[in-house]
C-alpha cells in the first residue's frame, strides 16, 4: 500500500511558476513505481500531464504541457516532483499525484494509487 500527498499548490498570476511536490509513504520505496501528475478541472475529467519511470529515464507530457512542465523524482527523498512555468488560466485544476506498480510508463488514468490532489489557480 502506497499513500501519496501533494503539496504546492496556491494562487498565482499568468506566467508565473509553481512546484506541486508528491510524497509516498507506507511500507515501499517510490523506487518500485511509475508515478504520473494528471489534472481535473471543474466539469472535465481527469487529464493526464506527465509521467516518469521508476529511474527517471523515460518522461512523457501531454501535448499542452511540453516546454512549460518538468516532472522529476528523488527517490531517496521518495517524492516526485512538477515544476510549472509559464503557467496559463487554463492550467487551473486540481492537480494528483499517482504512482503505477508495472513498469511501463502511461498516460492514461491507470495508476493504482492517487493522492487527494492540490488545487491550482491561475489568474489572468
Known amino acids: 500500500q502506497v499513500q501519496l500527498v501533494e503539496s504546492g499548490g496556491g494562487l498565482v498570476q499568468a506566467g508565473g511558476s509553481l512546484r506541486l511536490s508528491c510524497a509516498a509513504s507506507g511500507r515501499t520505496f517510490i523506487n518500485n513505481y511509475v508515478m504520473g501528475w494528471f489534472r481535473q478541472a471543474p466539469g472535465k475529467e481527469r487529464e493526464f500531464v506527465a509521467a516518469i519511470s521508476r529511474s527517471a529515464g523515460v518522461t512523457r507530457y501531454a501535448d499542452f504541457v511540453k516546454g512549460r512542465f518538468t516532472i522529476s523524482r528523488d527517490n531517496t527523498k521518495n517524492s516526485v516532483y512538477l515544476q510549472m512555468n509559464s503557467l496559463k488560466p487554463e492550467d487551473t485544476a486540481v492537480y494528483y499525484c499517482?504512482?503505477?506498480?508495472?513498469?511501463?510508463?502511461?498516460?492514461?488514468?491507470?495508476?493504482?494509487?492517487w493522492g487527494q490532489g492540490t488545487q491550482v489557480t491561475v489568474s489572468s
Open positions: 499517482a504512482a503505477r506498480e508495472t513498469a511501463m510508463v502511461v498516460t492514461t488514468t491507470n495508476y493504482d494509487y
